[in-house]
């Protein structure tokens, strides 16, 4: 499995917690092998919490699948 896909299978385990608040998130790129750059999408991404949702959930989720995963990004649109 390559790291797109790993990444992608992180998202994936994660979309059902944001879905239940209304959010969802992309991968807008993978920077040199360890960082991740993604965008919250509708609720998440105005939401006052989503830095600590970015790190405590979907960084840690993924650096679970990808552990050279350094930091993972939120991109604002």
């Keep these: ?4 896909e790993k990444v992608n299978t992180a998202l994936d385990e994660i979309r059902p ?18 960082i991740v750059k993604v965008q919250l999408h509708g609720a998440c991404a105005g939401c006052s919490v989503n830095q ?19 930091e993972v990004i939120n991109i604002q649109p």
């Design 17 to 34: 917690f944001l879905a239940a608040d209304g959010g969802d998130i992309s991968l807008i790129e993978i920077e040199e092998d360890r």
């Design 1 to 4: 499995m390559d790291l797109i």
């Design 52 to 70: 600590m949702t970015l790190k405590s959930g979907v960084e840690m989720t993924i650096k679970k699948h990808a552990p050279q995963i350094e």
